[in-house]
């Protein structure tokens, strides 16, 4: 009997016992690479940023908490390959495909103590010259040495689940972290020339006009080199969703990852959050955008045609930023009238 298989048989749903959490994973083959087609996929990459990046995975899990995070996979163990078969895989990768740039897709990349240095030595060792990005924790990443291993080894972004400015939210969410330590991880990040971007949530249950005005204030002090920005949505199996299912009568899931609605009742209407959201990217990119002018009078060697469109993009982004803070102002109005 092959563990963890589920199946139909006559009519019926098989479910076989679960399989046991593999914990050494240098003892799975690398990846049978060679069965896939890579061409369209590095094509497209090289039409739409100028480059070729592949994924690669180093660990299973995440041993956090945050309340709203489903890990219907791996749960809370946390289990990592060694750099060495990592290195073994990236050699591998880079006589296959002469690719450009690795996105470490794992939750969170080189927690284990002393990980991240070792791999940063196999890395020069082996003379490997490669660019990638990571997803990591603030709290994890406080310590200067294992930044500066970080950018030994290569890693040119590192996406943090900042979520929120206001400490209030980050707790009501689990999140195990403060907002000392996203101000105090983007300065270290950015020391090493390691581009902080954040992973930020608005909605989350009892959150205040004050609260959001946090979070806005949060980027626009640290400037990370990027953004993603998404309501709260309750997956199934999570805290957050046993908070909320109770609402989730007329609508419980997205049709499209953009759609951004809010499916339970909180501070403002769904089509506030959407607003914010826009408004949010919109001055973002025009702080972006003037800072990029700026550095060019400073210093006329860094321009650069990324720079030169994000600059001309500035007008648009301003006209955009203040429709939306508008569009919100109204929401709020019409709320304010409803109570």
Partial sequence: ???????????NTKRNPKRKILSDLDTLPLPAWDLINITPYKEAWQKSSGYFSINMNTTRGCPFHCNWCAKPIYGNRYNSRSPGHVISEIKLLKQQFEFDHIWFCDDIFGLKPGWVNDFADLVEKEKINIRFKIQSRVDLLLKENNIASLA??????????????????????????????????????????????????FGYPGETKEDIDATIKMVMDLMPH????????????????????????????????????????????????KELHRFLHKSYRTKQGLAELKDIFVNPSNISA????????????????????????????QISNEL
């Fill in 1 to 11: 009997m092959t563990a963890g298989i589920i199946f139909r048989t006559n009519n």
């Fill in 306 to 333: 990324a720079s030169l469109k994000r600059i001309a993009a500035v007008p648009f982004h301003m006209t955009g930023k203040y429709f939306h803070q508008r569009k919100m102002k109204e929401s709020e109005i």
């Fill in 152 to 201: 030994r080894a290569g890693c040119e972004t590192a996406w943090v689940g900042a979520e929120s400015g206001s400490q209030k939210i980050l707790d009501a969410m689990d999140k195990g972290t403060t907002v000392e330590q996203i101000y105090e991880a983007t300065a270290l990040l950015k020391k090493y020339n390691i581009k902080p971007a954040f992973f930020l949530q």
């Fill in 226 to 273: 990027d953004i993603g920005v998404s309501v709260s949505y309750p997956l199934p199996g999570t805290k957050f969703y046993e908070k909320v299912k109770e609402q989730l009568k007329e609508k419980s899931n997205w049709k499209d990852s953009d759609e951004l609605t809010l499916m339970f009742k909180n501070t403002y209407a769904s089509g506030f959050y």
